[in-house]
């Protein structure tokens, strides 16, 4: 067994990422099955310094109280032969071998095992670096579209670990398209083991999304208010509900969180269209229809609905001794849509 082969597998611990211990284990086992794979040599060990590369192949069996496997397996009184120290469970050498003796067939197995362990070992440590990413937002590249899905390629730390992402139809926007090549960030809802490694399968439409967009745009800010959290996530999502329906594909929608005069103030503000003053009067009334508006008629959703959602937005604050309020920025840089909650204590 050449040294210069082990060193240059124990560097794809640099390459791969695979922790240096695993991958030394991996290399030892492959050695070892292409050894055991001759009849007579199914008692065959091998061990491999990590620091130095050298190998040892030697012959051992276990010291067992009852024989069920001769090749593998010997009796406490064998083994004492060899190691008086021995107790039952031990591995206990009985010879040392040649290690060049590890010839040209043993060598093409023990690398068609190698390639196979390491693509084993290297979808493993990727899976490790997003099993843990259930219920956080992931921005990955679109790969491919495909009728039922839009499937991004991610890229975990290090730039070394992949894995797909798959973001089905029904947990898109239908207001949204995409592009070969583009940054897409979304919700991870489960992390899975797939043939070629970690599959994610992950939303833009889920509740929790608009969440965790709003903490990550404020991630410092702690904003003491009384109040039911799950009647806050409802109005935050209906506030960006409504600015993201009524502004153009791939513009943003900014959220932002304030304090001033013990009140939290959060904004939600589009790129969109101006709303005619008669509508912004009554905007967030029982129910308001853009069909009410003819300057919105030709925008790309002019005939969806807003106030219903924004009613709800209303009544919760009211109910948390807020107010409602929306304005059209100048120039028409789009729609401001602003709650006010008194702060706690």
Do not use: W
């Not at 065959?44 to 192949?57: F, H, L, N, Q, S």
């Not at 439409?205 to 799950?230: A, I, T």
Request: hydrophobic residues 45%; charged residues 25%; proline residues 6%.
């Amino acid at each position: 067994m050449n040294r210069d082969f082990v060193t240059a597998l124990l560097q794809l611990n640099a390459e791969k990422q695979v922790p240096r211990d695993q991958l030394i284990h991996t290399v030892e086992d492959a050695i070892q099955s292409a050894y055991r794979r001759q009849p007579g040599d199914e008692d065959v060990c091998v061990r491999i310094d990590g620091e130095t590369g050298k190998v040892r192949v030697f012959r051992a069996k276990i010291a067992v109280g009852e024989i069920t496997d001769p090749l593998t397996e010997f009796g406490l009184d064998e083994a004492k032969v060899f190691n008086p120290a021995a107790v039952l469970g031990d591995l206990v050498e009985i010879e040392e071998m040649d290690p060049n003796s590890f010839g040209r067939i043993h060598a093409q197995t023990a690398k068609q095992v190698v390639l196979q362990r390491l693509r084993e070992a290297e979808r493993d440590v990727a899976f490790d670096q997003f099993a843990s990413r259930d219920g956080e937002l992931i921005t990955g590249t679109v790969n491919r579209i495909e009728p039922r899905a839009i499937i991004l390629e991610l890229v975990g730390q290090g730039g070394i670990a992949r894995a797909e992402a798959i973001l089905a139809t029904t947990e898109q926007s239908p207001l949204e398209h995409y592009r070969i090549g583009q940054n897409v960030k979304a919700l991870v809802l489960e992390v899975r083991r797939g043939l070629r490694g970690p599959q994610l399968f992950i939303s833009r439409s889920h509740k929790n999304f608009l969440r965790r967009l709003f903490e990550l745009e404020v991630p410092d800010s702690e904003v003491p208010v009384n109040g039911v959290p799950d009647a806050f996530a409802q109005l935050l999502d209906k506030l960006a509900e409504n600015a993201r329906d009524f502004a153009p594909d791939g513009t943003p929608v900014r959220i932002t969180l304030a304090v001033a005069a013990r009140r939290a103030l959060l904004a939600v503000q589009n790129a969109g269209p101006p709303l005619p003053a008669s509508m912004l009067a009554g905007l967030f009334g029982s129910m308001v229809s853009v069909r009410d508006a003819p300057p919105l008629a030709s925008a790309p959703r002019g005939t969806a609905h807003l106030g219903l959602g924004l009613h709800v937005v209303r009544l919760v604050a009211e109910a948390h001794g807020g107010r409602v309020s929306a304005t059209n920025l100048a120039r028409g840089a789009g729609v401001r849509f602003e709650v006010e909650i008194p702060l706690a204590g």
